[in-house]
């Protein structure tokens, strides 16, 4: 069987995404290298597999996918045990139920919250040589202040963020968080010990290691 | 067994969301009027039943979720039948697939070019009073016509966007297109024949108009 294709460059977000759910599965797959740096997402070739020209892109056989949460929970039904169900649809439709909440929180919540903190620290100035907007900034860190203190209140309930093991909801914070700890202001989650203590060990995952080593930490 | 509960307002389009999913899987509800124009979102009361003082949320007996899309999931699957599966999990991981892939291009495309159009000309203006950004508008009409042209070549090739059944993913148009309609811009639709054709279809299901009658159409 050939492996999995996933189209798309280890530094986007939404490529990790995807290959985190790749390597905690431990999934045998193939990168290829789309440089959107270099506009190489708005090929024809690349359009062909995502109409909307953005990456990541997936294929497996005859299957072609993209947006990368489809693409992941593709890839955590595809490869699901008895022991690894991050999407817990076998444990019941509750369970599974709290895995889509705290994935939409992710979503609905905490993108909006941080993600503009590292695009204008990080992408911005990278990506397009601009100056850091600072009333975003501090706007999306009061707001990113108020999202972690729901979060501090529900992991004081519950391990991780769906329930006691780690689950998609959980994974899908990596990417973003990732990049705001090489921000001027990853002491913020130092004020919220629970999701600190969350952070590191989502951080420790071999899987996450392995993602990581793709992805710059200096800018 | 007592009926589930959607706690929110008919006018929101998250909660249309929900209420229409409740209605197309013919299920007993209760809509608990939350009026978030006078802030009732924000009470300690709502708070407890989601913790980011938004609507909808939603009571199944002692389950208490939020975040429509993860709701919206859960009727799905709770009262899904042999013919009536619109999230398709029951055929397999490659139709769910294609479910979740046009359900997260309605977030991720769709909904950013279509929403501020809603906002800008209906939102902000009767909720705020403030005045139309033309601008953003025009921008987002820009964008929108690039989406629909996506969608048009998809729906050239199959009824609906993820096959030729009707699916979770063309429901979650619902909201923020039928606010749309009410905008100046609803001839945009024109431009499209087989987009066109998908919406009229979807405003013609009968669950779909049990939901718009408690919607407003004039502002």
Redesign the interface.
Known sequence: MSPVKVFGHPMSTNVARVLLCLEEVGAEYELVTVDFLAGEHSSPQHVQRN??GKIPAFQDGE?V???????A??IL??YRTADLDLLA?SSG??E??MV??W???E???YYPAISPVVFECIIFPVMRGAATNQIVVDESLDRLRG?LG?YE??LEKSRYLAGDSVSFADLNHFPFTFYFMATPYASLFDEFPKVKAWWEGLMARPAVQRVCKNMPTEF
């Open positions: 109409p909307f299957l996918l993209f947006e990368s949460r489809a693409i929970k593709y039904r595809k649809e439709i509750e599974s139920a889509d909440v994935t939409e929180v979503a609905q919540q999202v729901v209140a529900r």
